[in-house]
């Protein structure tokens, strides 16, 4: 089973399901709402009860604040250390910069769709799933035609079609795209 982050938002209606639903399939999820026994994950009205109405320049200010710091470093260090990042539409900022990182980490990453507009960057993930029932299904098989990474395709081009094992190889040993620009041919 994998460690899996679980991306989403305080007011996604759905993100405790599929922390569940992953936990009750046997992976070690970390659940941003509950980061460890007794702690109710951050909120920035801890800091400030009238967080919302904060200039830049306080806003900038309060992440320097220690429950902020605190906040970012459980978050920081649970991302850094999952095998497997799941963005729950939908979502916000944060999610999607940490879905980002993941992506960039050379983590497995899936995105659980909601009705909302269609993102092109989503073609960075791994795999989209439409249904709780099928990120468990995905992220749980052992079956390699319906387990979300039997092997890496080329993170350059689509033609190739290479496959490889390590992420840290930026494009297969073919490609004519040069590191580390592996996503600039979306750009023409």
Same mark, same amino acid.
């Given at each position: 089973?994998?460690?899996?982050?679980?991306? *989403?938002?305080?007011?996604? !209606?759905? $993100?405790?399901?599929?922390? /569940?639903?992953? @936990? #009750?399939?046997?992976?070690?999820?970390?659940?941003?709402?509950?980061?460890?026994?007794?702690?109710?994950?951050?909120?920035? *009205?801890?800091?400030?009860? !009238?967080? $919302?109405?904060?200039?830049? /320049?306080?806003? @900038? #200010?309060?992440?320097?604040?220690?429950?902020?710091?605190?906040?970012?470093?459980?978050?920081?260090?649970?991302?850094?250390?999952?095998?497997?990042?799941?963005?729950? $539409?939908?979502?916000?900022?944060?999610?999607?910069?940490?879905?980002?990182?993941?992506?960039?980490?050379?983590?497995?990453?899936?995105?659980?769709?909601?009705?909302?507009?269609?993102?092109?960057?989503?073609?960075?993930?791994?795999?989209?799933?439409?249904?709780?029932?099928?990120?468990?299904?995905?992220?749980?098989?052992?079956?390699?035609?319906?387990?979300?990474?039997?092997?890496?395709?080329?993170?350059?081009?689509?033609?190739?079609?290479?496959?490889?094992?390590?992420?840290?190889?930026?494009?297969?040993?073919?490609?004519?795209?040069?590191?580390?620009?592996?996503?600039?041919?979306?750009?023409?």
């Amino acid at each position: 089973m994998s460690k899996i982050y679980v991306a *989403s938002s305080w007011r996604n !209606d759905r $993100q405790p399901a599929v922390v /569940e639903a992953l @936990r #009750d399939a046997g992976h070690d999820v970390y659940d941003f709402r509950n980061p460890e026994p007794g702690d109710n994950g951050f909120h920035w *009205s801890e800091i400030d009860p !009238d967080w $919302q109405s904060w200039s830049p /320049e306080r806003f @900038r #200010d309060c992440l320097e604040h220690p429950i902020a710091q605190d906040g970012f470093a459980k978050d920081m260090t649970a991302l850094a250390s999952c095998e497997v990042c799941v963005l729950v $539409q939908p979502c916000g900022i944060s999610a999607h910069l940490e879905l980002g990182w993941a992506v960039g980490a050379g983590k497995r990453t899936a995105v659980l769709l909601a009705d909302g507009e269609p993102e092109l960057m989503y073609r960075m993930v791994d795999q989209m799933v439409l249904s709780i029932e099928e990120a468990v299904e995905v992220l749980s098989s052992d079956d390699p035609e319906r387990k979300l990474w039997p092997a890496r395709r080329c993170n350059a081009c689509d033609v190739c079609k290479s496959t490889f094992e390590h992420i840290s190889t930026p494009h297969c040993s073919g490609c004519t795209i040069p590191s580390p620009s592996r996503f600039e041919h979306d750009a023409s």
